[in-house]
C-alpha cells in the first residue's frame, strides 16, 4: 500500500471518527425511519482503539477535560505514576 494512501485512509477514519463523536450516527429507528443516535461505547472504544495504535495516550494543555480527572480522581485518593513506555506491551 503506498503512503498516499496509508495516509488518507488514516485521514479519512479519523474525520469520520470525529463526526460521528461531534454529531452522533444514522440509524435506522424501530420504525423504519433514519434516526441519528449519540455515540455509542462501541465508538468511543473504536476512537480509543486508534488513538491507542497510533501511540497517541494523551495532549498536555492547560484547559484539557483529562487534567480535570486526573485532580478529581487525586482528590479521591487515587495516585498516578507516570507511564514509561518502555513498560508497554504495545511499543515493541
Known amino acids: 500500500m503506498s503512503d498516499k494512501i496509508y495516509s488518507d485512509l488514516q485521514r479519512l477514519l479519523a474525520q469520520r471518527m470525529l463526526e460521528v463523536l461531534r454529531d452522533g450516527r444514522e440509524t435506522i429507528g ?3 425511519q433514519p434516526t441519528r443516535i449519540m455515540a455509542t461505547a462501541a ?3 473504536a476512537v480509543r482503539g486508534l488513538l491507542k495504535d497510533n501511540g497517541i ?3 498536555e494543555t492547560a ?3 483529562l487534567n480535570d480527572l486526573v485532580s478529581e480522581m ?3 485518593g487515587i495516585r498516578f505514576r507516570p507511564r514509561d513506555l518502555a513498560d508497554d506491551e504495545d511499543v515493541a
Request: proline share 13%; glycine share 6%.
Open 57 to 59: 495516550n494523551s495532549i
Open 74 to 76: 487525586s482528590k479521591r
Open 30 to 32: 424501530p420504525d423504519g
Open 43 to 45: 465508538d468511543f472504544n
Open 63 to 65: 484547559d484539557s477535560p
